[in-house]
């Protein structure tokens, strides 16, 4: 005798009105949940044909994930050699310290950089589509996650060729890590609305990370006196960057209070920020579509 499942589907009534959902903060966030969820199968779909695209359409392919710590490393070291640059004394041998930085800045840009080139690649399926726009920024992390775990098969070799001691914070580094992630994808979510409608906003940024990079303590420790060292301190990657890079490897925290005020803004920001791009979003796809 067979049996026959019935299965039943409920249907619900979306009602949109023109009222904000500023105004029911309680409903605003069981949205912003929900749809974070109902994203996770669409941003598994985006990661995967994002990831493929990248190296399918490369003949180095995952070896650009070592070249640029690679030769940034070689041709500071030779400068530092040749007494071009003084750099000053470093925790570790300074090639390696060199390139572990680099592979912590590259994954601060990369985090920065992808929801604006998320929702700008994904401009004509978001006026013909209508998905939860959290997919985007998922898969775009994903991806920053994926990347970082190449690079970390050089940060091991490079520990291991140059003998580079390691303490029991280095299982605490992954978290910092995950807070300069975070602060990235806080300032690429803030700027992505405008980049949609704006192209010089992409532009903008790669002029913005190279002089930023100057301005991290990526090639040189951290300065402690002068202009320039002031401006260092309070940029808000260094803390960040230095205790991912001091927790993987001596272990001491030269900033703490730094790094959590940084953390908290970067957190309390990127909920903000979140919001803020719920709310725009549907602005934007109008403009884009019209």
Known sequence: MKTKKIRKYQQYEAIYTPESLLRHPSRLFKQMW?????????????????????????????????????????????????QVINIGKTDLPYPAYVMFSTALWQTFVEALNGPVKAVT???????????????LIIAKLGEVFFNFAIKLILIIGLFIWFRVSITWTVVLAPVALIH???????????LSPLGVLYQDVSKGLTLLTSFWLFLTPVVYPVPTEGVFGNLVKLNPVTPLLVTTRELATTGIVSNPLGFWIVSIITIIGLLVTWVGFRLAMPFVVERVSS
């Open 34 to 82: 929900l749809d974070l969820l109902a994203s996770r199968e669409l941003a598994w779909r985006l990661l995967i044909r994002d990831i493929s695209a990248q190296y399918r359409q490369s003949f180095l392919g995952v070896i650009w994930a070592f070249i640029p710590p690679i030769v940034m490393a070689a041709g500071f070291t030779l400068a530092n050699e040749a």
């Open 180 to 190: 300069l992630i975070f602060l990235g994808t806080f300032i690429g979510i803030l």
């Open 121 to 135: 690649v994904a401009k004509p399926m978001l006026a013909r589509v209508n998905f939860p726009r959290e997919a």
